[in-house]
Structure formats: structure tokens, C-alpha cells
């Protein structure tokens, strides 16, 4: 490579440079040796795949706390044998032929057979058990009822295989579902939405939203190539992570969304920065250090706050939910390393041929302030109190249906018709109506079962159950040291529809204190009891994780920007942003409203997780696209002293670029919103939802037309936090005096920082 010349080398001695700036200039003196190790890193990285990805992810979920429904089965699995519970359903109907036809006792003793050879099926019922029959009324159907061992995972793929091989039998339908089945499901579709949304739908649509941006094919073609490199460390790294600990398999699902998503914007950011200096007469060396201290500062303040925002996902005590924190953090940093490294590096080994294979139209030069968001923000700041009078309605209007936000946990009736356990429970209905494949209730009722008080109480328990439209048939079973029962109950309902939660409280706040008094120590387990424990435990940490993330990121705003209204006004606008998402997503979903014109499903409850994810995602992201504009509004203030002004511009130079990577976020996770299961669908249309509000409404109208109300105050300052540094960019002088009006209006506030 030709060495810099006498300009070029002038910008590696500046007097003062900041981190960025450094790694800037060594990544374009070096650039062989940075993309070297960046090749070696990724060599590795697909090596580590190769080997550790198969063993590394696992489909169990988990809260790592205990909870009533917890303690109960933990209580369950020790005192009973495991021959007692039922995993899973196989149901055998044949339209032509009874039960009682040998054809059909043929077809269920194959079946028998074949999936008690599975050595991690502990016990297989047979519905011609005189004990416990299991034959459908009509006498078209039988129900063989299995138990798995601790080998579930894997041994329910061999039950699969096996009912589908019964059910080619001719005359004779086969179906399957329970726990084990429905998260095979789960896995299954979470695989096909990866691969259809993501990759198929996604990136694609991402490509095309960078080639409008930048109107070059290769410009446009490293974004995606610092995106793609990211995932596959980050796939990596966790890949590793899974040996040590448990990971879900949601982590990749994540990964690739955020991985895109970042490394998309961050390089958009930086490569734009670059093109614009070089646009302006900067020397190529120059070029990239200037655009190292301005966007890669950006890029590395942005990063850290989209770190802090995710935190607080690790804070709540659910399996899933940190492992998408986990997989969200690393994916963060990886792409935040690669953009303030491996993209100068390849900018310097390219050069102007970054701008290669011009698109038409597209592909012409622009100016760095965009003429039309130029005129778009003037609109909005000479009159900000009815721009910010009316985006705030607008966004109060937005918000004001999450008052009616119920969360909770979807289950087999959100899966796709194709889908085997929905097909399962189906047949389990139309063979033996009103059974549930989850399970009961299960009242746990330990100490001396046939001492006088404890008899008494069951029988009372029982009589008030018998005799409540909530519930269905009930069944006793005692442990063999007489220390322990279980009452089965029946829930009317699906396990997280209103009835069966109605039953579930009934149960624990009304018939149980009845008959054993107050201070009995009587457990309720079972599905319904799952679902609502865990709902309870994720909206107890839901304000936690609130106050965590707002006040790390206020707290960060402040060092990064020397001013508590910058930081305060950002959290409030964030929060608006956050709260018009919960609104819509409860509008579309529980209420319907477009759901059907959007391909989306009207379920009757949001998952229990999705609006604390929801919220840390939403905010890294819109303090991603906060950091950059107001890094932008604040260099230009520095030059100039004048806030108006630097709004103007701010926004004007970072208008299409922050459009464009919001489009391009919401084009990814339109992926997820665009599959088939409904948690990703809440998941991808909220991101999506609140980004195009964000990057719309929130920075466009309200944050401009604040900033043009608040004035100088925005730079405000306490005086015991003047030892906050002051982080300047090279090139940008001091900042000049302030105007006459300006004078004016900091004689008569507190100290403003500037």
C-alpha cells in the first residue's frame, strides 16, 4: 500500500486525540494488520461453531428463583414415583374402525411398542388398561398417556418419528402433544422464523434500504459485512458461553437481529462521516481520524449506552430473558469493536473506490446538510410549542391503551395449524373433550394426610370444588408414607385463559384458606400455576429494571454531555417512545385492531416478557439514535455557541441517516413480526412500531422543538458537577462566545455549560 502522504501524516500527529481518534489512525496506517486479526478472529469464530454450537443451546426455560408453583412440583418429583405424571398425550383416532377392532388394538400395540424401545421414555400408558381406561366415548379413539425422563429433549424427536410413522397407517390419524412436544414446536418454528424472517426477509430488505442510502453498491456492502462478521463471533463466544452455562436457544434469534441492526448503523454512521469529510477536501488519513473522534466517538458512546440499557435484563431472574441480554451485550460490543476498527481499516485499504459502482439517481453526491430536513426542522422551530404541544398528545394518544396490558404466557392455540402439538390438541379435544394435555391444577397437602384435622380439610376442599362451574373432575392420590397428597384439579379453559386463571386464584386466595385455614401449608402447582407465577415474578421486576436503566443512562448522558436537561429530556422522550410501543402493541394484539390486515394474531394476553425486553431494547436503541444526533447538535454548538443553529444542522445532517437506520432496524425485526409465533410477532412489530415513532415523531418534531423551548438551559450544568470532563472532537475549535441573546439569557439562569 502506498504510504500517507505529507497531509496524511500530519493528521497522526495531532496535539490532543481522544481513544477513538487513536484507534482510528492506527487502523489506517495498519490496515493489513488490523483486518488480519480480524480474519483470524472469524477463522476461529466459524471453528468454535463448527464444534460447540450443537452442544451449546438448550430449549428449557426457567426462572432461577422459587415459586409456589416451583416448590410444588419440586415436592411432586420427590414424593411421587415419576410413573405418575404424564408428559405427553399420543392420541389414536380412526373414523373407520372402533377401538375394540382388532385393526385398531394392532395400530396401538405397534405403537406401544415401538415407543417404549425409546430409552427416554420412563412409561407408557395403555388405554386398554382395565385400572385406568382411556377410550374415547365414541369409540373412535384411545389416548396413550407418556412419561419422559430426564433425556426429554432428545427422546421426544425418536416419539415424533414414531407417531408419524403410525399415522400413515391407512384409516388411522395419529397426533401428539404435550410439554415436551409443544417446545419441540417452539424450536422448530423459532428455526423456520430465523431463517424466513431473518435471513430470507430481513437482510435482503436491509440491503436494499443501504444501497438507497448510500447509492453505491460497495459502500453499501460494508455495513452488512461488519453485521455479518459480528453474528458469527458473537455466535461464537456464545457458543463457548453455552459449555459453562445454561443458554437458550433464543440467544441466535437475537443475535442476528441485533447483529444487523448495529452493525448496519454503526457503520452507516461512520461510513457516511467518512464520505462526508472526504467530500469537504480532507486527505483519506484525515478523513478517517476526524471521523474517528466525531462518529466513532458516537459509535463507542452509543455502544456503552446500548450496553447499560440491556443490563437490566440481567437483572431478572429468567433463563431466557438473560440470555437474550447476554446474546444483545456481546453482539453490542463485538460490532462496537468492529466499527471503531476492522471498517477504518478497510475504508483506508479502499479509499474512494468506497464509493464504487454508483447506483443512478441514488448514487449522486449529496450535501451534508439535507435540504429537506433542513427545511423540515425550520417548520418545526418556528413554532416548537404547537410542534411539541402536538407530537405530545400524539404520543400520550398512542400510549393510553397500555392501562389495559395483560400479560402472560401463550400457549398450544398460538401455534400455526401445521404445527404437531396444535394438531394434538385438536384431536386430544375432539377424541376427549375438555382435557387439557398441560395438566391440572395440582394441590400439594403435606403432613399427616389421615389425621382427623387434615381429612377434613380435604374433604372440605373437595366438596367446594365439586361443587364450582370452574372446575372440572378432581382426583386424589396419597404418597405411600401418608405425609403427602396431591389433589388434581381440572381448570376449565386453556392454561393461561381467563377461566383457568380465575379457577387458579380461586383455588390459592379463596377455597384453600377455607378449608385449611390461613397459615396451611398447601401448595398449587401445575401449568396455570407456572404461567401465573412466572407472569408475576417478570411485572415484579419490570419496575426494577425501569428505574435501573433510566437512571444508568441519565447518569451516562450526563458525563458524555455535560448537562442534566440533555439527559433528563432524553430519558422522558425515550420513555413516550416506549410507552406510544406498549399502547399500540396492546391495541393490535389484544384488541385486534388491524391485527387481521397486518397478519398478525389476537391473543387475549401479551407474553410475560415481552414488555421488559421490550423496554431495554427499545431504549438502547433509541439512545443509540439519540448519542448520534445530539453528539451532532453538540459539535456544532461547540463551534458555534448558538442552539438553534446546531439543532437545525444536527438534524439536518443526520435526518436521513437516522431515517435509514431506523428503517433498516424495523425492516429486520419486520422478520420476527412476520412469523408464525406470536411472541415474536409482539416482539418484532413493537421494535418496529416504536423505532418508525421514534425516528419520525420523537427526533424530528418533539426533540427539536424542546430543544428550541429549553435555549441555552439544554447545556445546563450544576456547578458541584463541574469536574465532568469535557470530551471534544479533534478539529472542532472551542467553543466562541455566545451571542448577544445568548448573553442575555445565561445572565438571567443558573450556570450553563457549553
Known sequence: MPAPNRDDRSAMRPAQSSFTQRLA???????WRVVSVWLLILAASIIAIGSLVGSAFTSDASLTISTESATAQRMIDANFPESDRVDESVIVYSAEYTADDPRFKAVVAGLIDSIARNPAVVSVGNPYDPGAPAL??????????????????????????????ADAAPGFEVDITGANTVDHDFAELSASDLTNGELKFGLPAAMIVLILVFGALVAAFLPMTIAIGSIIVTVAISSVLGQFTSVSFFIVNMITAMGLALGIDYSLFVLSR????????????????????????????????????????????????????????????????????????????????????????????????????????????????????????????????LLGLRTGTSGVESLPDSAVSKSGAVALERSFPGLL?????????????????????????????????DFGPLEQRTSADGQFAIISVQLIGDPDHAQARRGLHKLRDELIPAAFGRDAAVLVGGQTAENVDYSDVINHWLPIVLVFVLGLSALLLTLVFRSVVLSATAVILNLLSVGAAYGLLVLVFQHGFGA?????????????????????????????????LLSRIKERYAQTGDTTGAVVHGIAATGRLITGAALIIVVVFAGFASGQLVMFQQMGFGVGVALVVDASLIRMVVVPAVMTVLGRWNWYLPSWL?????????????????????????????????
Do not use: C
Open 136 to 165: 374415547s366415548e365414541d369409540a373412535h379413539g384411545a389416548m396413550l398417556t407418556l412419561t419422559l425422563g430426564e433425556d426429554a429433549e432428545s427422546g421426544i424427536e425418536a416419539v415424533l418419528r414414531d407417531v408419524a410413522a
Open 722 to 754: 463541574g469536574w465532568i470532563p469535557e470530551l471534544h472532537v479533534e478539529g472542532d475549535p472551542r467553543p466562541t462566545p455566545a451571542t448577544p441573546a445568548d448573553s442575555t439569557a445565561a445572565a438571567a439562569s443558573p450556570q450553563l455549560v457549553g
Open 25 to 31: 489512525r492506527t487502523a489506517a496506517v495498519r490496515p
Open 437 to 469: 394435555a398441560t395438566g391440572p391444577a395440582e394441590v400439594v397437602v403435606s403432613g399427616d394426610v389421615f389425621s382427623a384435622a387434615n381429612a377434613a380439610a380435604v374433604a372440605r376442599l373437595k366438596e367446594s370444588i365439586s361443587a364450582d362451574a
Open 596 to 628: 387481521g390486515l397486518l397478519g398478525l394474531q389476537q391473543v387475549e394476553r401479551v407474553e410475560a416478557w415481552v414488555p421488559v425486553f421490550l423496554f431495554s431494547v427499545l431504549f438502547a436503541l433509541s439512545m443509540d439514535y439519540h448519542v448520534f
Open 274 to 401: 467518512y464520505r462526508e469529510e472526504r467530500l469537504a477536501g480532507r486527505p483519506k488519513i484525515e478523513a478517517i481520524v476526524v471521523t474517528g473522534g466525531t462518529s466513532g466517538k458516537a459509535v463507542l458512546f452509543s455502544g456503552t449506552s446500548f450496553v447499560v440499557a440491556l443490563l437490566g435484563l440481567l437483572l431478572v431472574p429468567d433463563t431466557i430473558l438473560r440470555s437474550l441480554a447476554i446474546g444483545a451485550i456481546i453482539v453490542g460490543l463485538v460490532t462496537m469493536a468492529a466499527a471503531l476498527t476492522l471498517l477504518p481499516a478497510l475504508l483506508s485499504l479502499l479509499g474512494d473506490r468506497v464509493n464504487a459502482v454508483r447506483l443512478p439517481v441514488v448514487g449522486r453526491d449529496r450535501p451534508a446538510e439535507s435540504p429537506f430536513w433542513t427545511r423540515a426542522v425550520s417548520a418545526v422551530i418556528r413554532r416548537p410549542a404547537v410542534a411539541l404541544t402536538a407530537g405530545g398528545l400524539i404520543l400520550l394518544a398512542a400510549a393510553s391503551p
